[in-house]
């Protein structure tokens, strides 16, 4: 009934303000729309904006993780066919050493493959090389003459003292005058046959009581060998270059004979040189001894009264010492403290008469 009532109520719209309504609220939707396009614009832009430096960033480690595989991969290709000729190792390494043997004598030949064949494992142990060296140290009761019989140790042994120092010179602080040598200090060099050096480092016991001693050793064999095999094969270059400066026809191959010459002289100069320094090594070993002097022992002074009495008086006098630097020490200071103080109470002294004499002009 009250449906029926309301609807009777309402006026009838025509259609022409039916269409008015419609057109009003389409312009309404339509001033409305624009605000939440526009909005939405704006969400999707920065969202776009988003999604292109996620995807940028995603390109670029992509790029940084994937990249230096490939390159090592490419690069390995490279290198494999670069180096993977037609012509195999072998033959490349076959070629230089059949120039370096073209350039020396025939027997070079023989004597490259002696050296070759001849390896640190193949070497007997009686045939090895074998650089000993020796340190001891000896207490004497005189450095002096335990040295002279150490150096007649050598002698009779074959040997020969290499270097010696008898006495130490002790550096003084604050002067400009030679410090004398300290008795107490000296070693000594030797070298002995390396079959003899156990020998004499027993025979040490003779000067003095033996307190350490030690010995090394080095195996040279390798190098030997190698040596001994550049100084035949130069050996044998230098004869063969010989022979070739005396079938030389021009001027020009003679110079350049002679040049070749002179390089492999001096080659094998300096081969036979360590060679000879080597074998010397090896055939002489060092002993280096260390003497030190024996102290006598030290008896204590008798303690009684007396000595009791003159360490108190030394004690006392070392203190009035004492005291009487700290008094000067302090002296300074006192009377820089003094004149502060004076300062500062004349200061307030001249405050307060001034203070008291402007009081009475108050009251007045």
């Known amino acids: 009934m009250n449906d029926k009532t309301t609807s009777d109520d309402l006026p009838e719209l025509s259609d022409a303000a039916v269409t008015r309504i419609e057109r009003a609220v389409f312009a309404e939707i339509a001033t409305e729309r624009p605000g939440e396009t526009a909005a939405a614009a704006r969400s999707r832009a920065r969202r776009r904006r988003w999604l292109t430096g996620t995807g940028i960033a995603a390109a670029f480690v992509v790029g940084v993780l994937v990249t230096p595989p490939i390159l090592g991969i490419v690069g390995g290709s490279a290198m494999s066919t670069a180096g993977g000729g037609n012509i195999p190792t072998g033959v490349a390494l076959e070629d230089s050493r059949s120039g370096s ?20 494992g193949a070497v007997d142990v009686t045939d090895r090389e074998i650089i000993a060296t020796a340190n001891a140290t000896v207490q004497v009761k005189d450095i002096a003459d335990a040295a002279a019989a150490i150096s007649a140790l050598a002698e009779s042994h074959g040997g020969y003292v290499e270097s010696t120092e008898i006495g130490q010179n002790v550096a003084v602080d604050g002067t400009s005058e030679p410090a004398p040598s300290d008795p107490g200090y000296g070693w000594i060099s030797i070298r002995v046959p390396s079959a003899d050096l156990a020998a004499v480092i027993d025979e040490l016991a003779d000067s003095g009581d033996v307190l350490s001693s030690s010995i090394s050793k080095q195996d040279v064999t390798s190098t030997a060998i190698d040596l001994r095999a550049r100084v035949d094969a130069t050996r044998a270059s230098v004869q063969r270059l010989t ?3 005396s079938q030389t026809g021009t001027v020009a191959e003679l110079i350049e004979a002679e040049v070749a010459l002179t390089d492999r002289q ?26 030190t002097r024996t102290t006598p022992p030290t008896t204590a002074d008798p303690a009684g009264f007396a000595d009791g009495l003159l360490a108190g008086w030394n004690g006392l006098v070392v203190s009035l010492n004492a005291l009487v630097v700290a008094v000067g020490f302090i002296l300074p200071w006192l009377a820089l403290a003094g004149a502060v103080v004076l300062v500062i109470w004349l200061i307030r002294r001249a405050r307060r008469t001034r203070r008291a004499a402007g009081e009475p002009l108050a009251e007045d």
Request: no cysteine; proline share 4%; net charge negative.
């Open 101 to 120: 043997i073209d350039q020396s004598a025939p027997g070079a030949a023989s004597d490259s493959a002696e050296s070759s064949s001849l390896v640190p």
């Open 266 to 291: 001096a080659q094998l100069e300096s081969y036979e040189q360590q060679l000879a320094s080597l074998d010397d090594q090896v055939a002489m070993s060092s002993l280096q001894v260390q003497l």
């Open 243 to 245: 022979e070739l400066m």
